[in-house]
């Protein structure tokens, strides 16, 4: 049974958000050290790190014989860096121009991401 389009689709969207979202760290480090918080060590190697980690999983979705290994690693990197999100609603002068509310409803946006990482490297057909 052939894979329809749209998770074709959906996969490559996927593929292509997680590349250019680790791509800006590199393109943009400092807004990423300014979003890390306090408590976590070695804030410039894991800024750049956890770009490497968005590419290679971007990357590794579109590849077949890694797809669904590549899914749950991009599921782990979704989860990993959710603290920096949450610490950018805890501390409103990491992103002062930025009303609390849209801070707020910024953070389920990652349960999104996560549900898409998983609905486009989930095995087709279904078990």
């Known amino acids: 049974m052939s894979e329809p389009t749209p998770r074709r689709l959906g996969r490559?969207?996927?593929a292509a958000f997680m590349?250019?979202?680790g791509t800006n760290h590199f393109v943009n480090p400092d807004f990423y050290l300014r979003?890390?918080?306090?408590?976590?060590?070695?804030?410039?190697?894991?800024v750049l790190w956890s770009g490497v980690a968005e590419i290679v999983a971007g990357v590794g979705?579109?590849?077949?014989?890694i797809r669904r290994e590549?899914?749950?690693?991009?599921i782990a990197v979704l989860l990993a860096v959710f603290p920096a999100n949450v610490w950018m609603v805890v501390d409103?002068?990491?992103?002062?121009?930025?009303?609390?509310?849209a801070r707020w409803?910024?953070?389920?946006?990652?349960?999104?991401f996560v549900w898409w990482a998983w609905a486009v490297t989930r095995p087709?057909?279904?078990p």
């Open 12 to 14: 490559l969207a996927f």
């Open 19 to 21: 590349v250019l979202a």
């Open 35 to 46: 979003i890390m918080p306090p408590w976590l060590p070695w804030h410039g190697p894991l």
């Open 61 to 65: 979705v579109l590849v077949p014989g």
């Open 70 to 74: 590549a899914g749950w690693f991009a």
């Open 92 to 101: 409103p002068s990491i992103w002062p121009e930025v009303s609390t509310w």
């Open 105 to 112: 409803a910024r953070l389920p946006f990652q349960a999104i």
């Open 124 to 126: 087709y057909p279904p």
